[in-house]
């Protein structure tokens, strides 16, 4: 997700420590920081429990993930192939990546976007690979909830109904406080709050008629979900993604309250190499290319595999939150110097 470059501070328990560049003393602390935040279950949700979420470190190497975290996950696996996942914004980036890396894992992927040719191109590359899950490409608006509950309707129909539901679209525009656009806010507030919040609903609601009591709903959040970046064009944003935060914690909670063991987790990446600056400066390529030039930026299959991580965790094992930390900016790089830092 996007992050403004002169803000790269990331608020976590000391110690966690800071994974990704550095000395190997700071990559051996965050490796046990985060092996230690994995190891931690929680029991059967019940109305008493009322603890706090449990939370784990994702490292930001995509090497680091595969190798210490890949074989742990394939083998979690196993119980969810040939069933299906919902993945909302599926069209490039951080949505492609995990469209692909579930039917790596055998599942039966519903891939949604506003326009599905590059799933299509998607859904064919699988095929041709011999990936044993399958990729539905679904053409949906997720501004419009007429189109959101077609498509529940559809795969109730054709495929039984969600077990897992993957909230990943999002969308900035470049509105301020001040002088934006009350068009750019309400599509900022329709596709990252209300479609998400819609799909999650119609995703309960799938899996409680089928009464599938194991079923995992994830929302691809941000880091601009837990601090406000002095940035302008990005306050309504991060707005957006701090209701995000609240709203993954209140599920937990009222999940909890049903006594069903179905999960509910929020991933928060820092900066991720994909087409979303762009997006966002529409108008100033040389800005948005600047966003991934100051740092070594997440790639989006970095956050496929912690999507991978955190459902291929036992059922009693509750990731409510997980926060992927970006490696350091490079060094000597202009951002670096207008922050002010050394």
Same mark, same amino acid.
């Given at each position: 997700m996007w992050q403004v470059p002169e803000d790269r501070r990331v608020e976590s328990r000391p110690e966690a420590g800071q994974v990704g560049g550095g000395s190997r003393r700071v990559t051996d602390r965050g490796r046990a920081a985060a092996e230690a935040a994995a190891a931690v279950s929680r029991g059967r949700p019940s109305p008493c429990d009322l603890g706090q979420s449990s939370a784990t470190l994702v490292p930001s190497s995509r090497n680091e993930v595969g190798g210490r975290l890949g074989t742990m996950a394939r083998a979690g696996m196993e119980r969810w192939r040939d069933r299906l996942a919902l993945v909302t914004g599926a069209s490039g980036g951080i949505g492609a990546a995990v469209a692909r890396a579930l039917?790596? @894992?055998?599942?039966?992927?519903?891939g949604c976007a506003r326009t599905v040719g590059n799933i299509e191109e998607l859904a064919a590359e699988c095929k041709s690979a011999g990936y044993p899950g399958t990729l539905i490409p679904f053409r949906c608006d997720l501004s419009n909830e007429e189109d959101i509950l077609s498509m529940f309707s559809a795969i109730r129909c054709q495929h039984g109904g969600v077990d897992i539901c993957i909230n990943n679209a999002g969308l900035a525009r470049p509105d301020t406080l001040l002088s934006g656009s009350t068009s750019g806010w309400k599509d900022m507030f329709n596709v990252n709050v209300l479609a998400l919040s819609i799909c999650t609903r119609e995703a309960y609601q799938s899996m409680k008629e089928r009464k599938v009591d194991d079923g995992h709903i994830i929302n691809?959040?941000?880091?601009?979900?837990? *601090?406000?970046?002095?940035?302008?064009?990005?306050?309504?944003y991060s707005a957006t993604?701090?209701?995000v935060t609240a709203l993954t914690e209140g599920l937990r909670?009222?999940? *909890?309250?049903? @006594?069903t063991h179905i999960r509910a987790t929020c991933?928060?990446?820092?900066?991720?190499?994909? @087409?979303f600056a762009f997006k966002l400066h529409d108008k100033d390529p040389e800005k948005a290319a600047v966003t991934y030039e100051h740092i070594k930026c997440l790639k989006p299959e970095d956050v496929a595999e912690a999507v991978i991580y955190v459902i291929s965790t036992p059922p009693?094992? @509750?990731v409510s939150l997980a926060v992927a930390v970006?490696?350091?900016?490079?060094?000597n790089h202009p951002q670096r110097r207008r922050a002010g830092r050394p």
């Open positions: 039917v790596q @894992q055998g599942l039966k992927v519903v691809i959040n941000s880091m601009s979900g837990h *601090r406000v970046a002095p940035l302008s064009v990005a306050h309504f993604k701090y209701a909670q009222e999940l *909890r309250e049903a @006594q991933i928060s990446p820092g900066v991720v190499e994909t @087409q009693h094992v @509750q970006h490696a350091l900016e490079k060094p």
